[in-house]
């Protein structure tokens, strides 16, 4: 695709309920990264994934966080009985490698903003 | 101490006006940055990599000092397009993920 889809785009929910949330990379990314950005905070990682596996999961806040990718491509992020806390905005990144040459430069998604209530 | 850091602001500057913002980071090892800009509710945009000494492109310029281990990013003749935050970020090594700074934030007032 053109650029780093989410979806949805604004979740609603109610606290002790899972969530999924969706990233479709950019076309031939072989790294997919997810972030969580609070009310005025800065981007916090939470996982990345090259290919299918997550060499780096350090950022998962809690084991109610999963995140899968199947395919070398599209990645879900899982949240399990969610608490207020797990409010943010989700973003997703791909890039077409994990380099530090110019190959990991990461293109975002729009995001995700969830809202659990 | 935080792995990048930088001053939130927010920095008010007057359209063309020059305006500079520092960025420290911890990890040695770090080879590449990055400058990303992100507007209000908006996902961060790559504005610039830095892989050796600097980079210009237009009215913006960054350097890296490894000695300090800092790196800076100079916007030349403000816009009020410029207005944004400005994110730093260090890929620590080359583990693929990335370490942005918190952000500083950027108002060009008319």
């Known amino acids: 695709g053109a650029g780093v889809s989410q979806s949805p785009s604004n979740k609603v929910t109610e606290k002790g309920k899972d969530v999924e949330l969706r990233c479709d990379p950019i076309s031939g990314h072989t790294a997919l990264y997810w972030y969580r950005q609070s009310l005025g905070q800065g981007l916090e990682f939470l996982i990345y994934f090259q290919g299918n596996s997550a060499p780096d999961k350090s950022g998962l806040p809690s084991d109610r966080f999963s995140a899968e990718r199947t395919g070398g491509s599209v990645s879900t992020l899982t949240i399990q009985r969610t608490q207020q806390e797990d409010s943010a905005v989700y973003l997703c990144a791909s890039s077409q490698g994990t380099s530090g040459s110019r190959g990991n430069i990461q293109y975002f998604g729009a995001g995700t903003r969830l809202s659990v209530l | 101490r935080k792995e990048v850091e930088q001053d939130p602001g927010p920095f008010n500057v007057p359209e063309g006006a020059t305006v500079a913002f520092n960025c420290t980071y911890s990890n040695s090892a770090s080879q590449s940055f990055f400058w990303y800009r992100q507007d209000c509710r908006k996902e961060p945009k790559l504005l610039m990599s830095v892989y050796s000494s600097g980079n210009e492109d237009g009215r913006f310029t960054a350097q890296l000092n490894r000695a300090s281990q800092y790196i800076s990013l100079l916007i030349r003749d403000s816009k009020l397009s410029d207005s944004a935050t400005y994110l730093c970020?260090?890929?620590?090594?080359?583990?693929?993920?990335?370490?942005f700074g918190q952000g500083t934030t950027l108002q060009v007032k008319p």
């Open positions: 970020v260090s890929p620590p090594g080359n583990t693929g993920k990335l370490i």
